[in-house]
């Protein structure tokens, strides 16, 4: 009887926890808590998780729950496949996944493909995957390196009077040596083709606290700008090197991953006046006061620091996981309200993304990000990008518009770059008027 008893009440566990995974749609985190790039992948997870929490906290989409389980990466390559490889299956199988690493997301792009995964890559990461038609699996939401690179030299542009007052001006790319922070390559160098500045181009080795002969070089060349492509402690390094050698941070212009708390106040007073772009923009938000209410009130906030709540990377987190979101709501409209059975389900939604001034409003987010529409065809969906600046003690939007610049120009090497790749991997474009 004992035997029986056991049988019936293992059996009884499995079918609860079936019909418990049945109304649950599971994300694999590839995160990164350790190491060199810690600060920013704990806040910007942590953002992901508190939003998801909010998410369960009111009873899920429709009532499909929310599960995850994070995979440590410590933002090497090599680890994120591993970790992808290893939470792709689980739990019923991932219906998406956000690696947050522009050297996983290459790593990835032919697995998610083959293993029809959609990849959310917000903000970073290959920027002709915003051709849907032959990066069918690829989302670069909201804007891409290029796009942003577009934007920065229009923001230069416009300080300076106009476009033509760009001729015979330096301006130096200061970028972390790696596929990151040479993705904007094409962009800067066909706007320096365009509008005849000079580009100079200074690599920054991993992790980039030693940059003595960088502003060795800075220091000989007097640019008129330094557009500072960082991540991680590059960039406090890069703002007190500029500060000991007398560069104004007036004159220095950050990647969005160059832009947050993490990166000014360990540099003090020598971050003071310094610019980065940015498309979550500093505010107070409902939706972060939502969190910091129902999740944080609860207990089950992710930030051990809750001073960190409402901080950049914990907004950009908070802004993957209304994406993540809205894509299943929006396929769950397509396909019924329930959990969504395949991954190709998943990828509609991210393809029918529509966040107007009314739905960012009823989110609570409407400031905080863009406004932005994806389809087959452009993955993108934005290609808007704000500045803000160092107070001393904040971030302050400086830039009351968002800032589209080059968008036919960006179209343009999107496409041509995507055909070369499909042509390389003997990819056949999708027929986006067939898709529904």
């Known amino acids: 009887?004992?035997?029986?008893?056991?049988?019936?009440?293992?059996?009884?566990?499995?079918?609860?926890?079936?019909?418990?995974?049945?109304?649950?749609?599971?994300i694999p985190l590839i995160s990164y808590r350790v190491g060199p790039y810690a600060d920013g992948g704990s806040g910007f997870f942590g953002g992901v998780i508190d939003y998801l929490n909010l998410v369960n906290a009111?009873?899920?989409?429709?009532?499909?729950?929310?599960?995850?389980e994070e995979?440590?990466?410590e933002y090497n390559?090599?680890?994120g496949v591993e970790c992808?490889?290893?939470?792709?299956?689980?739990?019923?199988?991932?219906?998406?996944?956000?690696?947050?690493?522009?050297?996983?997301?290459?790593?990835?792009?032919?697995?998610?493909?083959?293993?029809?995964?959609?990849?959310?890559?917000?903000?970073?990461?290959?920027?002709?995957?915003?051709?849907?038609?032959?990066?069918?699996?690829?989302?670069?939401?909201?804007?891409?390196?290029?796009?942003?690179?577009?934007?920065?030299?229009?923001y230069l542009a416009d300080k300076e009077g106009g476009t033509a007052k760009l001729k015979g001006k330096k301006i130096v790319h200061l970028y972390h040596d790696s596929a990151f922070g040479k993705e904007p390559f094409p962009v800067f160098e066909a706007y320096a083709r365009e509008y005849g500045f000079e580009l100079i181009k200074i690599p920054?080795?991993?992790?980039?606290?030693e940059q003595q002969s960088q502003w060795l070089q800075i220091r000989q060349a007097k640019p008129d700008y330094v557009i500072l492509w960082g991540w991680g402690v590059m960039n406090p390094t890069a703002i007190k090197a500029a500060q000991r050698n007398g560069y104004p941070?007036?004159?220095?212009?950050?990647?969005?991953?160059?832009?947050?708390?993490?990166?000014?106040?360990?540099?003090?007073d020598a971050a003071k006046g310094y610019s980065a772009m940015a498309f979550p923009t500093p505010g107070n938000y409902p939706v972060i006061e939502e969190i910091r209410k129902k999740v944080y009130g609860a207990g089950k906030g992710n930030l051990d620091d809750k001073g960190r709540i409402g901080s950049v990377y914990h907004m950009r987190g908070v802004v993957s996981g209304i994406l993540m979101v809205e894509a299943i709501r929006k396929a769950q409209e397509k396909y019924g309200k329930g959990k969504l059975m395949s991954s190709e389900q998943v990828r509609w939604g991210f393809e029918n993304l529509n966040f107007d001034e009314a739905r960012l409003k009823a989110l609570g987010a409407f400031g905080m990000m863009p406004p932005m529409?994806?389809?087959?065809?452009?993955?993108?969906?934005?290609?808007?990008?704000?500045?803000q600046r160092w107070d001393g003690k904040a971030w302050k939007v400086v830039t009351p518009d968002w800032i589209v610049g080059g968008r036919d120009m960006i179209r343009k090497m999107v496409e041509e770059s995507a055909a070369k790749y499909a042509a390389e991997k003997k990819i056949t474009p999708r027929d986006c008027s067939k898709e529904g």
């Open 71 to 73: 995979c440590e990466s």
């Open 373 to 387: 529409k994806t389809s087959c065809l452009d993955h993108e969906g934005s290609g808007a990008a704000k500045v």
């Open 249 to 268: 941070r007036e004159k220095m212009l950050g990647v969005w991953w160059a832009g947050s708390e993490e990166h000014v106040i360990p540099a003090g």
């Open 58 to 68: 009111s009873g899920g989409i429709n009532g499909v729950k929310l599960t995850w």
């Open 84 to 154: 992808y490889e290893r939470l792709k299956k689980a739990h019923g199988g991932a219906s998406l996944v956000e690696p947050l690493s522009t050297g996983i997301a290459y790593g990835l792009i032919d697995r998610v493909a083959q293993d029809k995964i959609p990849m959310e890559t917000l903000g970073y990461g290959r920027s002709d995957s915003a051709d849907g038609r032959v990066f069918p699996w690829v989302f670069p939401l909201i804007t891409s390196y290029w796009s942003q690179a577009a934007d920065m030299i229009k």
């Open 204 to 209: 920054v080795p991993h992790p980039g606290n």
């Open 1 to 26: 009887m004992k035997f029986i008893h056991k049988t019936l009440l293992a059996a009884t566990f499995a079918m609860a926890a079936t019909a418990a995974s049945a109304q649950e749609q599971f």
């Open 77 to 79: 390559p090599t680890r």
